[in-house]
């Protein structure tokens, strides 16, 4: 996609700002371009959270999220580099540091990144039993994962998930929404799983974890 903010968004758009904080609880809140700046910064106005503005500081980084009519949800990641008041109203100037992409899951944040994750499921005959498969993941958002692994699964098999995070291990209950064989491979299968009934202190734990990951990334030019 046009890697320039000034063909994409204009002033005027409504965007939504995602915030991770000292805690890594992450907060998203809303707020409009009050102007683009240059092709790669903007202008805009400080979000209001709780009927206040939220402070947001000079070296903030963070995830800038905007709408395209037809074409779905688009974020980058961004920088604050500079804080004014015109006309008694608080701006932002916002750094593009990332480039733009597309949402792949409505809200979610979906990562490119290598887990070796625990697949558990109920055996077939017996109920009780409870059968283990290894698998690797291709990438993961707060909705969901995809995991590559040698075992078939059908579509809407309820299983669990148990996924390392840094120097903790999460589980979470799934969903398989896609299962498809990988190309030239005669048994690896690429699935698509959709966590349900996910508690919300852990969903936070993913997308903070994912954020994290984000800015080594860019700490290393890598986007």
């Known amino acids: 996609m046009n ?18 904080n000292k805690d890594l609880d992450s907060l998203t809140v809303k707020s409009t371009v009050a102007n683009i700046h240059s092709d790669n910064v903007i202008v805009i106005t400080t979000p209001i959270y709780k009927g206040r503005f939220y402070p947001i500081h000079v070296g903030k980084k963070l995830n800038v999220i905007f709408c395209k009519k037809n074409r779905g949800k688009y974020y980058f990641l961004g920088e604050v580099i500079k804080r004014e008041n015109k006309d008694k109203i608080p701006l932002l100037y916002i750094n593009k540091t990332g480039s733009i992409r597309k949402m792949q899951r409505r809200e979610f944040f979906r990562l ?45 098999r309820l299983l669990k998930c148990i ?55 860019i700490k290393k030019g890598l986007i």
């Not at 890697?3 to 991770?20: C, R, T, W």
């Not at 490119?112 to 283990?132: G, M, R, S, Y």
């Open 112 to 156: 490119d990144i290598i887990l070796n994750v625990i697949i558990e499921i109920n055996n077939d005959e017996d109920e009780n039993e409870v059968k283990q498969i290894n698998a690797v993941s291709k990438d993961i958002s707060g909705g969901g994962i995809r995991i590559i692994c040698k075992e078939k699964l059908n579509l809407n």
């Open 163 to 217: 996924i390392p995070l840094d120097n903790e291990t999460v589980e979470l209950n799934g969903k398989v929404v896609r299962c498809q064989k990988v190309p030239d491979s005669i048994s690896k299968y690429d699935i698509g799983i959709e966590f349900v009934d996910i508690d919300e202190s852990i969903r936070k734990k993913i997308i903070s974890f994912i954020f994290k990951k984000q800015r080594k990334i």
């Open 3 to 20: 890697s320039n903010i000034s063909s994409l968004i204009k002033a005027g758009d409504n965007i939504e700002i995602e915030i991770i």
